[in-house]
C-alpha cells in the first residue's frame, strides 16, 4: 500500500485528491494545522479513513518529524494562502506559506525521505500580465499580486531541487479549477451562492468587481486527477493543466443567474472596492503537453461546472430550511 502526504487536505484540491487516492488503495496522511477552529467540511465524510498529523508549513521541525513518522511514497503540497486578494493585506504571510513553505517541505523530504516523490501546486497567477496567449510550460512568469510572486518562488525552488539534488519533485501549474467546496472568498463561489441565495429570498443583491476578468476554469476534481499523473511518470516534468477555454466573470455570472431563472443586470452591483490593485485580465492554457504526455483531459465543460455549483448552492440552503 502506497502512502500518499497531503498539504492543505481540508481544502477543495486536498479533498478531491484525497478521495481520489483513497478509490486507488492509498494510505492517505494529511497535516492539519493547530487553530482554535477546526475545519474539517469538506473531508467530513472520508475524515475516518485518513491519518492527520499536526504540522505547519511555518515550522521546520515539524515537517522533518512529520516525514520520519510517515516515511510517504508521495507528497503533494497544496497549502498555501491562497486567496488572492489577502496576499496583499498580508504580503509577508502570504510568502512564508506560499514561498519559503516550498523550501521546507523539500528540504525536509530531502533529508528524511530523498526517494518520495513530491508535487507542488503551482497557479497560472504566475503568468499574471501575460507575455503571451495561451500559456504554456515555457511562457515567462509576470506574477501581478504577492501570492503569485510567492507561487513563482515556489515553482522556481522546486526546480532547484530537482536540480541540485536529484528528487522526483514536479511542478503542475493549474489553471483556475472550481467546485461547489470553492471557498465563498472566490468569485466563482460567491457568484453560485449569490445566485441561490437571491432565488430563494435570501439576499437581494450580489457585489462584485471587475466583471471582464477572463479565466481558463475547470473542475476540481478533473485537476487532482493530473497532479496523480504526473507522480507516475518515468522522469520528473512540469505541466500545465488547464481546459484552453476561456471565460470572462460576466460568462460565469450569466450562467450562474441563467440557471435559477434570473438576470443578473436586476441583482449584481459592481463594487470599486472590490476591484484588485494590479488585475490580471487574461489566463488561457495551453494543455497541450498534459494531453499528449500524461492523457489528461477535463471531463466538465464549463456550463457543467458552472450548473453544478449553483445545483449544489441551493441544494445546501434547502436542507438547511429555505424554501
Same mark, same amino acid.
Given at each position: 500500500?502506497?502512502?500518499?502526504?497531503?498539504?492543505?487536505?481540508?481544502?477543495?484540491?486536498?479533498?478531491?485528491?484525497?478521495?481520489?487516492?483513497?478509490?486507488? #488503495?492509498?494510505?492517505?496522511?494529511?497535516?492539519?494545522?493547530?487553530?482554535?477552529?477546526?475545519?474539517?467540511?469538506?473531508?467530513?465524510?472520508?475524515?475516518?479513513?485518513?491519518?492527520?498529523?499536526?504540522?505547519?508549513?511555518?515550522?521546520?521541525?515539524?515537517?522533518?518529524?512529520?516525514?520520519?513518522?510517515?516515511?510517504?511514497?508521495?507528497?503533494?503540497?497544496?497549502?498555501?494562502?491562497?486567496?488572492?486578494?489577502?496576499?496583499?493585506?498580508?504580503?509577508?504571510?502570504?510568502?512564508?506559506?506560499?514561498?519559503?513553505?516550498?523550501?521546507?517541505?523539500?528540504?525536509?523530504?530531502?533529508?528524511?525521505?530523498?526517494g518520495a516523490?513530491?508535487?507542488?501546486?503551482?497557479?497560472?497567477?504566475?503568468?499574471?500580465?501575460?507575455?503571451?496567449?495561451?500559456?504554456?510550460?515555457?511562457?515567462?512568469?509576470?506574477?501581478?499580486?504577492?501570492? %503569485?510572486?510567492?507561487?513563482?518562488? %515556489?515553482?522556481?525552488?522546486?526546480?532547484?531541487?530537482?536540480?541540485?539534488?536529484?528528487?522526483?519533485?514536479?511542478?503542475?501549474?493549474?489553471?483556475?479549477?472550481?467546485?461547489?467546496?470553492?471557498?465563498?472568498?472566490?468569485?466563482?463561489?460567491?457568484?453560485?451562492? #449569490?445566485?441561490?441565495?437571491?432565488?430563494?429570498?435570501?439576499?437581494?443583491?450580489?457585489?462584485?468587481g471587475n466583471?471582464?476578468?477572463?479565466?481558463?476554469?475547470?473542475?476540481?476534481?478533473?485537476?487532482?486527477?493530473?497532479?496523480?499523473?504526473?507522480?507516475?511518470?518515468?522522469?520528473?516534468?512540469?505541466?500545465?493543466?488547464g481546459t484552453?477555454?476561456?471565460?470572462?466573470?460576466?460568462?460565469?455570472?450569466?450562467?450562474?443567474?441563467?440557471?435559477? #431563472?434570473?438576470?443578473?443586470?436586476?441583482?449584481?452591483?459592481?463594487?470599486?472596492?472590490?476591484?484588485?490593485?494590479?488585475?490580471? /485580465?487574461?489566463?488561457?492554457? /495551453?494543455?497541450?503537453?498534459?494531453?499528449?504526455?500524461? #492523457?489528461?483531459?477535463?471531463?466538465?465543460?464549463?456550463? %457543467?461546472?458552472?450548473?453544478?455549483?449553483? /445545483?449544489?448552492?441551493?441544494?445546501?440552503?434547502?436542507?438547511?430550511?429555505?424554501?
Amino acid at each position: 500500500m502506497k502512502k500518499a502526504l497531503i498539504t492543505g487536505i481540508t481544502g477543495q484540491d486536498g479533498s478531491y485528491l484525497a478521495e481520489l487516492l483513497l478509490e486507488k #488503495g492509498y494510505e492517505v496522511h494529511g497535516i492539519e494545522r493547530r487553530a482554535s477552529t477546526e475545519t474539517f467540511e469538506r473531508i467530513a465524510h472520508i475524515k475516518d479513513r485518513l491519518v492527520l498529523h499536526q504540522a505547519d508549513l511555518l515550522d521546520q521541525l515539524s515537517l522533518i518529524q512529520l516525514m520520519e513518522t510517515v516515511q510517504p511514497d508521495e507528497i503533494y503540497n497544496l497549502a498555501a494562502m491562497s486567496f488572492v486578494p489577502t496576499s496583499w493585506t498580508q504580503p509577508v504571510l502570504t510568502g512564508e506559506f506560499t514561498a519559503l513553505g516550498v523550501t521546507r517541505m523539500l528540504e525536509a523530504m530531502r533529508l528524511v525521505c530523498p526517494g518520495a516523490r513530491f508535487y507542488q501546486a503551482s497557479s497560472s497567477e504566475m503568468f499574471g500580465k501575460v507575455r503571451q496567449v495561451p500559456q504554456n510550460e515555457e511562457t515567462p512568469f509576470y506574477p501581478r499580486s504577492p501570492y %503569485g510572486v510567492s507561487k513563482v518562488y %515556489g515553482h522556481y525552488i522546486t526546480v532547484n531541487y530537482r536540480e541540485s539534488y536529484g528528487l522526483f519533485a514536479v511542478s503542475g501549474i493549474l489553471f483556475n479549477h472550481e467546485s461547489p467546496r470553492r471557498g465563498k472568498e472566490f468569485v466563482t463561489r460567491k457568484i453560485s451562492d #449569490g445566485a441561490a441565495r437571491i432565488k430563494l429570498g435570501l439576499a437581494k443583491e450580489l457585489r462584485l468587481g471587475n466583471l471582464n476578468a477572463e479565466r481558463d476554469w475547470g473542475f476540481a476534481g478533473d485537476y487532482v486527477k493530473a497532479m496523480w499523473m504526473m507522480l507516475q511518470q518515468d522522469e520528473p516534468q512540469d505541466f500545465v493543466v488547464g481546459t484552453g477555454i476561456a471565460h470572462s466573470v460576466r460568462d460565469f455570472l450569466e450562467r450562474a443567474f441563467d440557471r435559477v #431563472g434570473l438576470k443578473w443586470q436586476d441583482h449584481v452591483v459592481i463594487d470599486p472596492a472590490l476591484v484588485r490593485p494590479a488585475e490580471v /485580465d487574461h489566463l488561457l492554457a /495551453d494543455a497541450s503537453k498534459a494531453r499528449r504526455v500524461l #492523457g489528461w483531459k477535463p471531463e466538465v465543460d464549463f456550463d %457543467g461546472l458552472v450548473d453544478m455549483m449553483v /445545483d449544489a448552492d441551493l441544494d445546501r440552503y434547502r436542507k438547511a430550511g429555505a424554501s
